[in-house]
């Protein structure tokens, strides 16, 4: 009895997608198939596929030996091939969650530099702004943009973010430049907000005196992309409250303006690789971070202060 060829064999039948697809694959008949799955169910005393004639569907029990299964694989992978390899290069796959708008602008390039470096590696990326669970999902790691909380995760801050209040020069003719938080209430000037989803409605400030001042200006459009409020802003539409990452070229083109700068309220936010603290590291995700943290540093290339 081999685990291993167990896991690897479950696995192809869960990737191809029917037994028939992965015997195929494996070069080998649908019969042997078929029966090291019922002796691995029977082993393990719980069905992992519901089948039909038609199609399979993975059970709960099914789904967390799947995942675990990768990992395993990947992991045995890794620690032959550092044995074999005197360059100990890395393989295996790498599952990793990444808020949407900074994964597609600014880590995707990095992962294609890593890649250059470590071409055994398999990303497996998730490109959305919900909150995974890592264990539940088998994410190895996730990256997110936030206010630590605590968890059961551990995290690694990898650069830093900073907030800004930026509006188009045109904007700023029409409605004023607001000096202080004051003028952001001017009836006269009616200043307007686009809002970011994904954030507050309220906006915090420090006034003169450095006392926090919560405020919620008329929203005239909502969104959960930050790259398309960037350009109702550069269009003139209203003010923007929103990450250096997404906002920093229109600000280096003077597309938008930064204003209210020492009054913006300093966010404890930075962009942080978490893992559970459950889950064995392993050395390409400890390597994948390391690059990660020396790529962007702590003064990233999108920084304007």
Avoid at 32 to 48: F, I, N, T, W, Y
Avoid at 267 to 276: D, H, Q
Wanted: charged share 25%; net charge neutral.
């Amino acid at each position: 009895m081999n685990q291993i060829e167990d896991m690897q064999t479950f696995v192809r039948i869960v990737e191809a997608g029917s037994i028939t697809k992965a015997a195929e694959q494996m070069n080998t008949v649908k019969s042997a198939v078929s029966r090291r799955l019922s002796e691995l169910e029977k082993r393990l005393g719980v069905a992992l596929l519901t089948r039909t004639t038609r199609s399979q569907s993975l059970t709960d029990s099914g789904k967390s030996y799947y995942l675990q299964s990768v990992r395993i694989i990947d992991d045995v992978a890794e620690v032959e091939s550092s044995i074999l390899n005197e360059h100990c290069a890395l393989v295996g796959r790498i599952k990793v969650a990444v808020p949407l708008s900074f994964g597609l602008a600014h880590l995707a390039p990095a992962l294609r530099k890593f890649n250059e470096i470590q071409p055994g590696i398999h990303f497996d990326i998730d490109f959305n702004d919900r909150k995974v669970d890592l264990i539940e999902e088998g994410f190895d790691l996730a990256i997110r943009i936030t206010q630590l909380e605590d968890s059961s995760l551990i995290a690694r801050k990898i650069t830093s973010t900073q907030m800004i209040l930026a509006a188009s020069p045109a904007y700023l003719k029409t409605h004023g430049h607001p000096k202080s938080i004051k003028d952001l209430l001017n009836v006269q000037n009616k200043h307007v907000k686009l809002n970011y989803k994904n954030s507050p409605e309220n906006w915090s400030f420090f006034d003169g005196n450095k006392k926090l001042v919560t405020l919620n200006l008329p929203s005239v459009l909502d969104a959960n992309n930050g790259e398309y409020l960037c350009q109702a802003a550069v269009d003139g539409m209203g003010l923007i409250y929103i990450p250096d990452f997404i906002c920093y070229k229109y600000i280096k083109l003077k597309q938008l303006i930064p204003i209210l700068t020492n009054h913006i309220k300093l966010e404890e936010l930075g962009t942080y690789a978490i893992y559970p603290q459950t889950r064995h590291l392993s050395r390409r995700v400890r390597n994948l971070i390391d690059f990660l943290s020396e790529y962007f540093g702590d003064v990233p290339y999108w920084s304007t202060v």
